[in-house]
């Protein structure tokens, strides 16, 4: 099951790949690119670690920590964080851009140090430090998405509301995952393996939630009927 989620989410991200240079007149705004690339890396690799020898957990979760990054940033700027040049680097907001950024890079750090870290606590399970840092994140992801609604007026709200649903199904069904990992101290296979289909459920929300609000892709230019077209004939042909 796993192999064929995670190989429909590689494929339906890099279809929305091609979308996205289809529908685009000139890039200004990167982070919408940058999500589908960071969800297409993140695919291919959990894609390739159903098969064959098994990847290393650290490779698998740099590209969770980088599919992560990619959303609080596509967030933040929905949230208006880069609008007002001060807010951006509030380090005393833990949701600002600069303390994620710092987050981030300490994620990092901790991953690098993680069988030393392992070790030195006597931990049984040796990847429960990278679950605690999804589960951390996907709190993260759902207290931006809060930001977002709270910082959008009630007359924009229309333009963000399938961004929010796109973001809660991703980051509320890994909140569910890795809570229950954690609890458990392993990962449900199969809970992991539906993570596939989530996010590609998520694609014709997120694509649409960038065509109506131009902070996340300012000149992204693909019409409804374009998006539900290639979503129907996508999902006919992987059924």
Not at 13 to 21: I, T
Not at 69 to 85: K, N, Q, V
Not at 153 to 174: H, M, P, Q, W
Request: charged share 10%; aromatic share 14%.
């Amino acid at each position: 099951m796993g192999f064929v989620s995670y190989l429909a989410s590689a494929i339906a991200y890099l279809f929305l790949l091609l979308v996205y240079f289809i529908g685009i007149r000139k890039q200004t705004n990167r982070a919408f690119l940058f999500l589908i690339i960071a969800t297409l890396v993140w695919s291919a690799t959990l894609t390739l670690s159903q098969i064959g020898p098994s990847l290393p957990f650290e490779l698998i979760t740099v590209t969770e920590f980088l599919r992560y990054y990619t959303w609080f940033h596509l967030l933040h700027l929905a949230a208006g964080y880069y609008i007002d040049r001060p807010t951006r680097y509030q380090v005393t907001n833990p949701l600002s851009p600069i303390s994620v950024g710092i987050i981030f890079l300490l994620s990092l750090v901790v991953l690098g140090l993680n069988d030393q870290l392992v070790s030195f606590f006597n931990l049984q399970a040796p990847t429960i430090i990278q679950i605690g840092w999804m589960l951390c994140f996907s709190v993260l992801g759902l207290l931006l998405l809060e930001q977002v609604l709270r910082n959008t007026a009630e007359t924009d709200r229309r333009s963000i509301k399938l961004l929010c649903v796109s973001a809660a199904a991703i980051f509320g069904y890994d909140f569910f995952v890795f809570s229950n990992a954690l609890l458990l101290q392993r990962i449900d296979y199969d809970f992991w393996s539906a993570r596939g289909i989530i996010n590609v459920l998520a694609i014709p929300t997120l694509v649409l939630a960038a065509v109506r609000n131009p902070r996340m892709a300012p000149d992204i230019h693909i019409s409804r009927k374009f998006v539900l077209h290639s979503t129907t004939l996508f999902a006919t042909g992987f059924y």
